[in-house]
């Protein structure tokens, strides 16, 4: 099992913009560089597990808002951004729709 650090990384820098902090506000916050939050955000640089805890903690989030499907297997893709990117243009109606095929497909694999 592998981590997406690229989809992490655009998940920091979208919970950054939505507390209002700028790259140099966060690292201070978090006791790191602003290049590193920029390299973090960008997927350049990974990081140890105490400086994302030190992240989440700056932006009063938690290890699981970071992390939260986000991970891959080596056989399997998971990145709910792309689904919400997918629904964001669609009717209510469609969405309904769109709710009850995904209802029947779920119960149909697990069956």
């Known amino acids: 099992m592998t981590l997406d650090y690229t989809v ?3 998940r920091i820098r979208r919970l950054r913009k939505q507390k209002l902090l700028t790259q140099e506000e966060l690292a201070e916050r978090a006791d790191v560089s602003p290049v590193y939050i920029r390299y973090i955000e960008k997927a350049k640089r990974t990081a140890k597990l105490d400086t994302y805890v030190r992240i989440a903690n700056a932006l009063g989030c938690t290890m699981d808002d970071l992390l939260q499907g986000y991970q891959t297997c080596d056989d399997q893709y998971e990145n ?3 689904l919400i990117v997918l629904l964001a ?3 209510q109606k469609e969405l309904q729709q769109i709710m009850a095929m995904v209802t ?3 119960h149909v694999l697990r069956s």
């Open 8 to 10: 992490i990384g655009s």
């Open 80 to 82: 709910p951004d792309e």
């Open 104 to 106: 029947q497909l779920k």
């Open 89 to 91: 243009d669609c009717t």
